[in-house]
C-alpha cells in the first residue's frame, strides 16, 4: 500500500501487537516502499530488532524530504534542473504543498497554485527546450528536403502527449 500511495505523507504506526508482528511490518516495508515518493514522516519502533529494515526506511523518508524540497524550491523560483526534475517527479502531492507553504510562508490554496504555474511552466515545448538548456531562445529547425515532420511541427496536444514520456531527469547535461 505504502509503495504505491500518492497521497500519504505521514504515517505513524503504533504496534499494539507482539514485536513479532512489528519486525514483519518493517521488514515488508522496507523491501516495498523504495517506490514511494510521497511519504515524509514516518513513526515505527522496532525496539533494535530489525535495525537494517529501518534504515531502508529511513533511507526513502530522507530521499522524498530531499526530493520535496528541491521541488519547492523550484516552485519559489530556482530553476536548476536538478530542482525541476524533483518537482516533475513528485508533482502534486500534500508534502510538496507542505514545503511550499513553510518556504513561502502562503497559505495551501496559493501553495496548489503556484506549484500548478510552475509545472506548467515546464510543459510547453519552447519552455522545455529553454529550461532544459537545449535552446536560448525558441525551438527551429532546417526545412528538411522529404517534408517530413519536425518538432517544431507538432501540435500542442501532440508534444503535450509526448511531454508525458519526456521528464526533465531525462535529459543528459
Given amino acids: 500500500m505504502l509503495d504505491s ?3 500519504l505523507c505521514d504515517v505513524a504506526i503504533s504496534p499494539c501487537c507482539t514485536d513479532a508482528s512489528t519486525v ?3 521488514r515488508r516495508l522496507s523491501a516495498t516502499m523504495s517506490g514511494n515518493y510521497t511519504l515524509l514522516r514516518i513513526g515505527l519502533s522496532c525496539s533494535g530488532s ?3 529494515e529501518l534504515l531502508a526506511i529511513d533511507d526513502v523518508v530522507r530521499r522524498n524530504n530531499s526530493l520535496a524540497t528541491r521541488a519547492a524550491h523550484f516552485v519559489k523560483g530556482t530553476r536548476h534542473k536538478y530542482c ?3 518537482a516533475e517527479l513528485i508533482g502534486f502531492n500534500q508534502g510538496l504543498v507542505e514545503k511550499v507553504q513553510e518556504l513561502a510562508a502562503v497559505d495551501e490554496n496559493e501553495a496548489a497554485s503556484r506549484i ?3 509545472l506548467k511552466s515546464i510543459s510547453e515545448l519552447e519552455d522545455f527546450m529553454r529550461f532544459m538548456g537545449v535552446v536560448k531562445r525558441s525551438v527551429s529547425c532546417h526545412r528538411r528536403e522529404d517534408g517530413q515532420k519536425q518538432i517544431v511541427d507538432l501540435n500542442r496536444d501532440c508534444w503535450l502527449h509526448i511531454r508525458q514520456f519526456v521528464k ?3 535529459i543528459l547535461d
Avoid: H
Fill in 5 to 7: 500511495s500518492q497521497t
Fill in 24 to 26: 514483519s511490518l518493517a
Fill in 50 to 52: 530489525c535495525p537494517n
Fill in 84 to 86: 525541476g526534475a524533483a
Fill in 116 to 118: 500548478k504555474r510552475s
Fill in 168 to 170: 526533465v531527469g531525462d
